[in-house]
């Protein structure tokens, strides 16, 4: 092995890196970083890499640890300790950080994109213009009161994942999975995106405000009290929906389909309901 990293021993100017803390390794990464876009730091970067891979475990604690800007991407990272780590533009991108626990780190503009992240702990967890799409965040058991302002979740799965509380303003969500995730109130905001995946989803008390959700699957879903307000839902499915007391106001809705669905003392005002299917529901306004 010795060989095989002799380059990052002269780089860091260290006789045998074997004996290294891995908790200094870190320190490596900013050193890199500080190179600039060349040949050289992508080869020391990825030996790094290489390097930890082979030696350490899962596992570590960057509680409270400066990673900004690093490019950690491709690690596995699984069952680490991310709380009030600074992560502002941080790559990590294609990271196994399944079961990981993210409390009040500072995320903006990392890079998680491609990462499985099934199981993570993050009770209110502020994700600020975070790039979190073709992820798996699935079966999370408190992601709870947490924020994503102007992320992209395109493609992302949260199937099961207990989001209760947490407030999505300005993100993308194309073909974002939630199927099965608890959502009771939360709140959509400013978003876009097509076939979203609501279906058997707890969704009451949530709050829809002023987006544009073509070719949605709210289908099964639970939505007591739910509100939507001046929002874009053309082609959308809401078979099968239940829920009292639910408010559409000043919605599109126009060939959507709220067949089977029983929603009654609900409220629909201005609404454009061009071929919008009824069939069998139980409405009573």
């Known amino acids: ?148 302002h102007g992320c992209n979740l395109e493609n992302t799965s949260f199937i099961g994942t207990n989001l209760s509380g947490t407030n999505f303003y300005q993100c993308k969500f194309n073909s974002v999975n939630f199927e099965n995730a608890n959502l009771y109130e939360c709140s959509f905001i400013e978003s876009t995106g097509e076939k979203i995946l609501f279906n058997n989803s707890n969704l009451n008390y949530s709050y829809f405000s002023k987006n544009k959700f073509n070719y949605s699957n709210f289908m099964n879903s639970n939505l007591v009290y739910g509100n939507f307000v001046s929002n874009i839902l053309k082609n959308s499915n809401f078979n099968n929906i239940k829920g009292t007391g639910i408010s559409f106001k000043k919605d599109i809705l126009d060939f959507s389909d709220f067949s089977f669905s029983d929603i009654g003392k609900s409220t629909f005002l201005n609404l454009s309901l061009n071929n919008t299917i009824f069939e069998l529901s139980n409405i009573e306004y």
């Open 1 to 148: 092995m010795k060989n095989n990293y002799k380059k990052l021993e002269i780089f860091f100017d260290i006789k045998d890196i074997n004996i290294i803390n891995y908790e200094n390794f870190f320190d490596f990464f900013k050193k890199i970083a500080c190179l600039g876009n060349n040949k050289e730091k992508e080869e020391l970067n990825l030996l790094l890499k290489n390097f930890l891979k082979e030696t350490y475990d899962k596992d570590y604690n960057f509680s409270e640890k400066n990673l900004n800007g690093l490019d950690l991407s491709g690690l596995d990272l699984s069952y680490s300790n991310f709380n009030r780590s600074s992560l502002g533009g941080t790559k990590l991108k294609n990271c196994n950080l399944e079961k990981s626990s993210f409390v009040c780190p500072l995320t903006e503009r990392a890079d998680f994109s491609g990462s499985n992240m099934n199981g993570i702990y993050a009770h209110s967890t502020f994700f600020s213009v975070a790039n979190l799409s073709n992820c798996e965040i699935n079966f999370s058991i408190d992601m709870t009161g947490s924020l994503f």
